[in-house]
Structure formats: structure tokens, C-alpha cells
């Protein structure tokens, strides 16, 4: 074998080693899927600080905070 045969086949070698981890790894995900997730998580996080704003606001107006004194 000569130098460029050498060459040629440790690329071929690397190509398929390369092409077979990633599809092993499943790839990586569309960015539908990311940007999906992406918008449920700060959903999530919105509605939980309105409804951590509307029980403070409920327990302020309900006069509950002055009963206790």
C-alpha cells in the first residue's frame, strides 16, 4: 500500500466510525422539538408566578393579614 491508499482508507475508517456514532446517539433534535420544550418550560414558570401573585394578592385583600394582630 502506498501513502495515499493509506491515507484514502484511514478516512474511510473515520467516516464510517463518525456516521455510526452519530446515528447511534439518535442525533441531535429538530429545533421544533427544542423550541417546543423551550416554550412549556417558560409557560410553566409564568403560570406558576401568576399564581404565586394572585395568592398574595387574595391573602392581602382578604384582610387575613390584619386578623392576626
Excluded: H
Amino acid at each position: 500500500m502506498n501513502f495515499s491508499q493509506r491515507v484514502l482508507l484511514l478516512m474511510a475508517l473515520v467516516m464510517v466510525t463518525s456516521c455510526s456514532w452519530t446515528a447511534g446517539a439518535g442525533g441531535p433534535q429538530p429545533i421544533s422539538a427544542r423550541y417546543g420544550d423551550f416554550r412549556e418550560r417558560m409557560l410553566r414558570q409564568r403560570l406558576a408566578k401568576q399564581a404565586a401573585y394572585d395568592k398574595r394578592e387574595r391573602d392581602f385583600f382578604s384582610g387575613e393579614r390584619w386578623k392576626r394582630y
